[in-house]
């Protein structure tokens, strides 16, 4: 019942009319192509990512894709994560790439490295934000690269002479 109504509007308004609206329509449709395709792009590119990962929802940035995790001694002082004893399961081949990779975490995030060294099958960090120091151990399990643990100890720091003492 519809068809003769559109069809006799169609009539009326002549053949420029029809082209301009088919125009219209295709640039409408290839604008609308050209805008998902501009979304999926921006999205693909920065939402899409995968999260950085950080401890207990702290400052404290935590091995990407790491798993396996024990936490024990949790400690806080208001909303700031001032304790914590964790390991990570996660694939180590090489301990000091993987914590050069930490590294750059921890020092974007606002914290300054007190030391750092490796060896062939480990690799260690202290770092430090205000009286917080966080000491991380990359350990490679040479039987198995795929079981090695990171290790990670929060604490607070009262003694300003040694930040790297037990």
């Known amino acids: 019942m519809s068809r003769p109504v559109l069809q006799s509007r169609v009539r009326r308004v002549g053949r420029p009319t029809i082209l301009a609206m088919s125009m ?6 290839s604008m609308s192509a050209a805008v998902a395709v501009a979304l ?3 999205l693909t590119l920065v939402g899409c990512g995968p999260e950085p990962a950080f401890v207990l929802d702290s400052d404290v940035p935590a091995p990407q894709d790491a798993s396996g995790r024990a936490t024990s001694g949790i400690e806080r002082r208001g909303p700031v994560l001032v304790g914590v004893d964790t390991v990570f ?6 301990p000091a790439a993987t914590l050069q990779t930490l590294r750059a975490r921890f020092v974007a995030g606002g914290w300054t490295v007190a030391t750092d060294g490796a060896t062939g099958s480990t690799a260690t960090a202290v770092f430090r934000k205000g009286d917080r ?9 040479d039987l198995d690269p795929a079981m090695s643990r990171i ?4 604490d607070t720091v009262t003694d ?3 930040p790297t003492d037990a």
């Open 151 to 154: 290790a990670y100890r929060l």
């Open 89 to 94: 399961a996660d694939e180590v081949d090489d």
């Open 40 to 42: 999926v792009t921006t």
């Open 24 to 29: 219209s329509m295709a640039m409408s449709t």
């Open 160 to 162: 300003e002479a040694d």
């Open 133 to 141: 120091r966080c000491r991380v151990r990359v350990v490679r399990n």
